[in-house]
């Protein structure tokens, strides 16, 4: 759990929550967030290519089923492009190094400063 | 919808629910129903492995997902050992071409009797 006083959650979420977003900001963002999306689904392309070169068996079948539901559930529940919770995505995707803070410059610097923290806070999914 | 007379539907069904199985019949049906299962698993290891090859895209991702989930549904339905519903199983697999009459030779003359007249009958899973 993250360490904040309990009187401070609250407007952390607020900021958070109701940052306005100009054009030039959503045009970042939405580069960034498409980018990291794509690279994440060419990596499971990937993977998903080298387990189905070696079925062997009835099990491995299902391990792949398994393996690509749970990736579709994954993506389903972590690439989430709304603004209210997008710089907590970002932070979380950094946190998974699929996405690099140097892919936002030009957000602002209160919006850089928000991710920042949340990466670093440990687990800004469950914040 | 088979089109018995009414009354003779019931008595369908029990003759084919208890039926006595010798042990030597026993092993003619596992070993029958063994070789279909794995003839239809393989040949879907064939197919996930060429559905794989060709992907390019995401959606060929989830596609493939629905198809394994889509089998392994199928064969949990399917492929149903129990003797009081192997006819049944037996007479859909060869409405599928996935077994041949002659695999259970050896199984008294009732028992072929059933299985091809279920199998002849339309959609036997749904009697």
């Given at each position: 759990m993250a360490s904040f006083p309990r009187s401070e959650v609250p407007n952390t979420y607020s900021a958070i929550r109701n940052q306005k977003w100009s054009s030039a900001e959503k045009a970042i963002a939405r580069k960034a967030f498409d980018r990291a999306l794509h690279q994440y689904l060419d990596a499971i392309i990937r993977q998903v290519k080298k387990m189905a070169g070696r079925i062997e068996e009835p099990s491995d079948l299902w391990e792949l089923e398994r393996y690509l539901t749970e990736r579709r559930k994954e993506i389903d529940r972590q690439y989430d492009y709304r603004y209210s919770v997008l710089l907590n995505v970002f932070a979380d995707l950094i946190q998974k190094g699929?996405?690099?803070?140097?892919?936002?410059?030009?957000?602002s610097e209160e919006k850089l400063r928000h991710v920042h923290h949340l990466a670093q806070a440990g687990r800004p999914s469950e914040l």
């Open positions: 699929r996405l690099r803070e140097q892919d936002l410059q030009g957000l």
